[in-house]
């Protein structure tokens, strides 16, 4: 079984994470820029330093014309701080850097310069400069590691005195700088990250108060009380659920609903047969002679075939009633009505009576095949049983527009006109002396037609005999090829 995740939980972990990476990433990112340009930036003052050194120093040799063997230190190049400034605390209170002094900055140690003759000797250096040639003797930029440290290096040839002058600073400063600049650049974003969490914990968990407001209403409803959701949502993506769980309360409602009809109803319904089995079983079993007792089982057997009408009624109709939207195919009308005859021929036969299929063949339609030769047979059987002995059931098909109608005439009494609006009521029966009917076949029949979408008309033809009409709707060109019932 899958683990339930919590919505809020995934929204605040997953943007917490891209908000992170992008951070990461834009850190990273911001590191080696910085880190590109102060390396521009130091080579550049690199360079401008070996052109003002050369300059300097060429004063300098003019007035020592002759150097210690080994070269000489050019002491001017730095200036130590006093002993008791180096002492003072003072100017750190500001939170200012201590390498920074009115003497100059520490890192200064860090740059450094060697003067060689054509041959590589050194001829004049800076004081914590090392003896050898730091590296190649060739004009411009080279990288050089020494004492576990890379120094960065910028090499000018004098073709007028004919010597060489490296100037090289190292990495301790340019680390420094870069590494601090790439600091100050994350540090508010790292600061803020915990007001942002917290800003994004109260926007999630705002955005998904309507659907704790919406689960708790629903949390309210029960078999009892499907009234449908009243909320003043203010997130339109849930106006089309809530409207979707309305219809469904709405359909519920309407299902309940007529389960307690059809439930109340049918325990009505039942104990009438119950109790005509019961009074011919006490019959029976009072007889004293076998004319009696056969007559008593004779009407037993005639109970127990409504009793079966009715209980298979019921669950025909307690099937079509939670039927929903049924799936409809291109159907060969004549076809099926030419079925629902065959079946239905041994009792007209048996009455005498005539039973005819008449009008336009091969017309289609789109229906339920099983549930439209229910809806037929129903009518026709209908028809059958309340036409007197010798008469006649005629079933009429014809194209009207974009619709097929079906004819179900017979040559009975017909029925009441203040009867006509109350034949589709479920138990209705216009005479329930007359016929073993139990009043749900044009119950059965009006809702199989609902489903197909299709019209139904019940009314007595003008020289006698009851009239059922239904129209179809006929499939449109591109649907598909006909079914055979």
């Excluded at 992008?22 to 990273?28: E, M, P």
């Excluded at 009505?337 to 789109?366: C, F, I, R, W, Y």
Aim: with cysteine.
């Amino acid at each position: 079984m899958s683990r339930v995740r919590s919505i809020r939980r995934f929204l605040l972990a997953g943007i917490l994470a891209l908000v992170s990476v992008s951070l990461a990433v834009s850190g990273l990112i911001g590191y080696l820029e910085a880190n590109h340009e102060m390396e521009e930036l130091f080579d550049a003052r690199l360079a401008q330093s070996a052109r003002i050194t050369n300059q300097l120093l060429k004063g300098y040799m003019a007035q020592h014309e002759r150097l210690p063997q080994g070269g000489a230190i050019y002491q001017e190049w730095e200036q130590n701080a006093p002993e008791q400034f180096q002492k003072d605390t003072s100017l750190n209170l500001l939170g200012r850097d201590r390498e920074f002094t009115p003497y100059g900055h520490e890192f200064e140690r860090n740059l450094y310069f060697q003067l060689l003759d054509e041959q590589g000797a050194i001829l004049l250096r800076s004081p914590s400069a090392p003896r050898q040639p730091l590296t190649t003797l060739e004009r411009g930029f080279n990288s050089e590691t020494k004492d576990h440290h890379e120094w960065r290096t910028f090499t000018l040839y004098n073709e007028e005195e004919h010597t060489w002058l490296i100037v090289a600073e190292r990495d301790d400063e340019r680390g420094e700088l870069a590494s601090t600049m790439a600091t100050l650049t994350m540090l508010p974003l790292f600061i803020t990250l915990p007001f942002l969490l917290g800003l994004l914990w109260w926007l999630v968990s705002t955005g998904l108060s309507p659907l704790r407001q919406v689960a708790q209403a629903i949390s309210e409803r029960h078999p009892a009380n499907l009234k449908p959701l009243t909320l003043t949502l203010k997130a339109e993506e849930l106006t089309p659920i809530v409207n979707e769980i309305n219809r469904l309360m709405h359909t519920l409602a309407d299902t309940i609903e007529r389960e307690k009809q059809f439930t109340n109803e049918a325990a009505h319904e039942l104990r009438t047969p119950l109790a005509v089995l019961r009074i011919h079983s006490e019959n029976l079993m009072a007889a004293e002679d076998d004319a009696s007792r056969e007559q008593a089982l004779h009407k037993m057997l005639l109970a127990l075939d409504r009793s079966d009408r009715l209980i298979r009624q019921l669950l025909t109709q307690a099937r079509i009633d939670n039927q929903q939207a049924p799936e409809l195919i291109r159907l060969d009308l004549s076809q099926l009505l030419q079925g629902t005859l065959a079946t239905l021929a041994p009792l007209a036969l048996k009455k005498g009576q005539q039973l005819s299929l008449e009008g336009d063949e091969h017309l289609q339609v789109m229906g339920q095949a099983i549930l439209m030769d229910l809806m037929f047979g129903n009518l026709i059987d209908n028809a059958l049983r309340y036409t007197p002995t010798g008469g006649e059931i005629a079933v009429v098909i014809a194209a009207e527009g974009n619709r097929v109608r079906v004819d179900v005439r017979d040559s009975g009494p017909g029925i009441p006109t203040a009867a006509l609006s109350r034949l589709c009521e479920r138990f209705y029966r216009v005479n329930p002396q007359q016929g073993d009917g139990v009043g749900l076949g044009m119950a059965i029949v009006r809702r199989i037609a609902e489903l197909h979408s299709a019209d139904l008309d019940v009314h007595n033809q003008p020289h006698g005999g009851l009239e059922v009409s239904i129209w179809l709707p006929i499939p449109h060109q591109a649907e598909a090829p006909p079914a055979h019932p």
